[in-house]
Every structure is written in structure tokens, then in C-alpha cells.
């Protein structure tokens, strides 16, 4: 790791411009999906209903429902701390997980591109390290963006 992914908490330091139409949804979840930083261009949206509509599909873009089932139904203990050589990750407590911390499983094998997709992107839990952060547990439902700002305003 270095000072960018450190600060960042992502695998790669690759943080793509913000710039206009090319750093559309799906630029911006493959660049994540991808261990990078991605960044939606919302500088010059107009209308909030389009930066909705962005933001949106950038949700659908990035983790499977299960996935983000997972971490929602997750135990406040349901994560543990896998070592991955030049950085550790919390992750969701499964049986690879479980492997990976006492040694008896690889772990490239559950960190590798097909397993990365196989579980964030398909939903096959068991498939490789689900990320989720101290977190889990404390999630009770996934916000809209909008529910979270009406939130905020009304106090």
C-alpha cells in the first residue's frame, strides 16, 4: 500500500478525473469494482433528478443485492480481519474468510479477479472475501441517497 490507497481505503491508487460524460456510472463502477477510486462527474448536472438517476445507476453497477444483503443481516462480531499480504481487509465472516484467517485457505485465490466477481458482482457469497468494514452489524437497511439528506435537513 501507499499514502493514496491508505487514505483512500482501496486496493489500487487509480482515481480517474471527474470529467464530464466519460465518468459515467459505468465507468465509475468498473473503476471501483476494480480496486481504484471512482468518481461520478456531477459538476455540470443541471437537473437533480439526472444526478439521481447517475448515482442510481452506479449503485446497481457496483455489488450484487446480495452482497449488500449480507452486510445488512451481519452480526455486530461478523467480520473478521484477513491479511492479504501488503494490506489486511475486514470482511464478512464466512467459511473462506474463516480459512483465510487461520491459514488453511489462499488468500489470492479468494481475492483473484473471478473471485471478486464471482461474489461482489454474481452473488455467490461463498466465492471469495466480501469487504464490509467495522460496520456490519450496525446496518439496519441500505438509504437512498435522498432519505439520507432528507434525514439530515430535518434533524
Known amino acids: 500500500m501507499n499514502a493514496v490507497t491508505d487514505m483512500l481505503r482501496c486496493r489500487h491508487p487509480i482515481i480517474p478525473s ?8 459505468e465507468l465509475v463502477a468498473a473503476v471501483s469494482e476494480a480496486g481504484g477510486y471512482g468518481l461520478l462527474a456531477t459538476a ?15 449503485k446497481k453497477l457496483t ?12 452480526q ?7 491479511d492479504l499480504g501488503r494490506f489486511r481487509i475486514r470482511a464478512l465472516q464466512t467459511k473462506l474468510v474463516e480459512g483465510m484467517i487461520q491459514g488453511t485457505k489462499d488468500t489470492d485465490k479468494g481475492f483473484s479477479g473471478q473471485a471478486v ?8 457469497l461463498a466465492a471469495g472475501v466480501l469487504p464490509a468494514g467495522e460496520v456490519s452489524g ?3 437497511s441500505v438509504a437512498t441517497v435522498r432519505e439520507l439528506i432528507n434525514e439530515m435537513v430535518s434533524g
Open 18 to 25: 471527474a470529467m464530464g460524460v466519460i465518468c459515467n456510472p
Open 117 to 124: 466477481e464471482a461474489s461482489w458482482l454474481n452473488g455467490e
Open 76 to 82: 455486530e462480531t461478523g467480520t473478521g480481519l484477513v
Open 138 to 140: 450496525l446496518i439496519s
Open 44 to 58: 455540470f448536472v443541471q437537473d437533480v433528478d439526472v444526478l439521481r438517476g447517475q448515482i442510481q445507476e452506479t
Open 63 to 74: 455489488g450484487n443485492p446480495n452482497y449488500k444483503d449480507a452486510i445488512v443481516e451481519a
